[in-house]
């Protein structure tokens, strides 16, 4: 579905949701019913989900400019020996 936006001279823009492609040039406004001719405005990107925004960028610039490591990982966290022998065992 795409937003179409009209223009009445009376009551002012509108929007209208239609299947993509299927709107008129002009349309009687719902509030005073006076002829009103269709806007071009831009497509409503901004609607997009901010997260599913997100990795769509992460996607494309990963196509061209991949992500580079520049530092050392840190190390993970060893948890301390449960077992008193463990401790006289050596370390790699």
């Known amino acids: 579905m795409a937003r179409y936006q009209?223009?009445?001279r009376e009551c002012g823009?509108?929007?209208?949701?239609?299947?993509?492609?299927?709107?008129?040039?002009?349309?009687?406004c719902?509030?005073?019913?006076?002829?009103?001719?269709?806007?071009?405005?831009?497509?409503?990107?901004?609607?997009?989900?901010?997260?599913l925004g997100r990795l769509r960028r992460r996607e494309e610039a990963g196509r061209d400019v991949p992500e580079v490591?520049?530092?050392?990982?840190?190390?993970?966290?060893r948890r301390p020996a449960t077992d008193p022998r463990h401790v006289t065992l050596p370390r790699p």
């Not at 490591?69 to 966290?77: E, Y």
Request: aromatic share 6%.
């Open 6 to 8: 009209y223009l009445c």
């Open 13 to 28: 823009p509108w929007i209208v949701v239609l299947p993509m492609g299927t709107a008129e040039a002009a349309r009687r």
């Open 30 to 51: 719902p509030a005073c019913g006076g002829r009103s001719k269709r806007q071009w405005t831009a497509p409503s990107l901004n609607l997009m989900d901010r997260r």
């Open 69 to 77: 490591t520049t530092a050392v990982p840190p190390a993970a966290r």
